[in-house]
């Protein structure tokens, strides 16, 4: 990290301002070059920026001295008109200054690095950029605040007691302590894996709201799949037609329900075909059907036993379609509710009970243990060298220490306490540049 490094931290092209950012030891002696001296820390100054005699632009600058910046390093803002002309004349002179253009991620890995956040703090600042509803947004900020590394501090906290238990007797079997001083970390143990079983038993509460929630429609070959996917997303994507089998393939589109993300998939009609694209756009729509975290059973007036109702599950939703032509008779002790893609009869309802489902499955009390697949990696790898460990100290106390600290390691992985290494390349590389 002995480099300076700049960054454009707004979007590229024609804009009213462009931020260009520089973090490293040089800041200071960079902006002193372009013109930009005596500036009061955190206090935005205009200053006419030039370099080699020839003007810039006249920006405001903003200075950040180390520690007390987002990287822990000396920072810089130069708030620049945003013509392209202006920030390719600004970059170059900071390239001629010694500077270099930053890396994904590169700022975010500093502030790592040097302390200013742990990993998982870092990775919430990537998905706060990416947020695209209110319920990512909420997430990744309670994430950056310290919510996600607060559960796994208290795992650790829980766990390095058991550890100090068991060390005790293994260490200083001579010294005047109890006697089974190790068995007392059995009941501590145990509330651990309680509470490291429910965090994975509730992760894809925090996987979904950030990647989305999947629904596919499921049902028999013009059940009207394609036109209820067509009025949920209040545009004309899937080809309707009156022929039966003309959905060949899957097809998603992304929403917002509730304030949730969605994807929403259409898929062939479910039914025997000797037809290979046919078949295949069948077997494909069972494949995503049984990933799907709900299914909407679309079915339309006529007989609803078939493929379609030997495949459906006990809480898919039913949904009664072409409600304009007649009433169907929805299956006995399932969830139902009647629309028209016609008359409109019924969308908004369809849409408020998914808002609700979505709110009964992805919101929570208690801040998620798991919001990427990372995070579950590492929580079962944890509960499981805790589960061997439990196991060991019924038996040989001085077997259980190895598997406890297996699991503080992995536990300790998820914030970057140690042991981060071959994983930062991984987290970092999907950030943007200047960020």
């Known amino acids: 990290m002995?480099?300076?490094?700049?960054?454009?931290?707004?979007?590229?092209?024609?804009?009213?301002?462009?931020?260009?950012r520089l973090s490293g030891a040089d800041t200071p002696a960079a902006l002193t070059a372009l013109g930009a001296s005596r500036l009061k820390p955190r206090l935005a100054s205009l200053r006419t920026l030039a370099?080699?005699?020839?003007?810039?632009?006249?920006?405001?600058?903003?200075?950040?001295?180390?520690?007390?910046?987002?990287?822990?390093?000396?920072?810089?803002?130069?708030?620049?008109?945003?013509?392209?002309?202006?920030?390719?004349?600004?970059?170059?002179?900071?390239?001629?200054?010694?500077?270099?253009?930053?890396?994904?991620?590169?700022?975010?890995?500093?502030?790592?690095?040097n302390g200013r956040m742990d990993l998982a703090q870092a990775e919430a600042v990537a998905d706060l950029i990416d947020a695209e509803t209110?319920?990512?947004?909420?997430?990744?900020?309670?994430?950056?605040?310290?919510?996600?590394?607060?559960?796994?501090?208290?795992?650790?906290?829980?766990?390095?007691?058991?550890?100090?238990?068991?060390?005790?007797?293994i260490d200083f079997?001579?010294?005047?302590?109890?006697?089974?001083?190790?068995?007392?970390?059995?009941?501590?143990?145990?509330?651990?894996?309680?509470?490291l079983r429910a965090a994975l038993a509730d992760a894809r509460r925090g996987e979904r709201v950030r990647e989305g929630y999947r629904i596919v429609l499921i049902g028999e070959t013009n059940a009207g799949k394609s036109s209820l996917f067509n009025a949920l997303i209040a545009r004309e994507a899937a080809i309707v037609t009156p022929i039966a089998g003309t959905t060949r393939d899957v097809l998603d589109a992304d929403l917002i329900i509730g304030g949730y993300a969605?994807?929403?998939?259409?898929?062939?009609?479910?039914?025997?075909?000797?037809?290979?694209?046919?078949?295949?756009?069948?077997?494909?729509?069972?494949?995503?059907?049984?990933?799907?975290?709900?299914?909407?059973?679309?079915?339309a007036p006529g007989d609803p036993e078939g493929a379609?109702?030997?495949?459906?599950?006990?809480?898919?939703?039913?949904?009664?379609?072409?409600?304009?032509?007649?009433?169907?008779d929805a299956?006995?002790?399932?969830?139902?509710?009647?629309v028209s893609t016609i008359t409109g009869e019924g969308l908004a309802a369809l849409h408020d009970w998914?808002?609700?489902?979505?709110?009964r499955d992805l919101s929570g009390a208690d801040f998620p243990a798991v919001t990427r697949e990372r995070h579950r990696r590492r929580l079962t790898e944890a509960l499981i060298a805790v589960e061997a460990g439990r196991l060991a100290l019924d038996i040989a106390p001085e077997m259980a220490g190895e598997d406890l600290r297996r699991a503080a390691e992995a536990l300790a992985r998820v914030t970057g306490a140690i042991g981060v290494e071959d994983i930062l390349g991984e987290v970092f590389s999907t950030f943007c540049i200047g960020k």
């Open 2 to 20: 002995t480099d300076t490094i700049f960054a454009l931290a707004t979007p590229p092209g024609r804009g009213a301002i462009a931020i260009l």
């Open 51 to 113: 370099h080699a005699g020839r003007p810039i632009d006249q920006a405001l600058v903003l200075s950040f001295p180390a520690p007390n910046s987002y990287t822990g390093e000396d920072c810089a803002e130069l708030h620049l008109h945003g013509g392209r002309a202006v920030v390719e004349a600004a970059s170059q002179a900071l390239i001629a200054l010694g500077l270099r253009p930053a890396d994904p991620g590169e700022f975010t890995r500093r502030a790592f690095e």
């Open 134 to 169: 209110t319920a990512q947004a909420a997430q990744a900020l309670g994430q950056l605040d310290g919510a996600l590394s607060q559960t796994y501090t208290g795992f650790r906290r829980d766990l390095l007691k058991a550890m100090a238990l068991v060390e005790a007797e």
């Open 173 to 195: 079997p001579d010294e005047e302590i109890p006697d089974n001083l190790a068995r007392a970390a059995g009941p501590v143990l145990d509330s651990l894996i309680t509470d």
């Open 262 to 299: 969605v994807t929403l998939s259409d898929t062939a009609g479910l039914r025997e075909s000797e037809d290979l694209v046919e078949a295949e756009g069948v077997r494909r729509a069972r494949v995503r059907a049984e990933h799907a975290d709900l299914r909407l059973w679309v079915l």
């Open 308 to 328: 379609a109702a030997a495949f459906a599950r006990r809480d898919d939703l039913v949904v009664l379609t072409k409600a304009d032509l007649g009433v169907v």
């Open 331 to 338: 299956p006995l002790d399932r969830e139902t509710l009647t």
């Open 354 to 359: 998914i808002a609700a489902r979505l709110a």
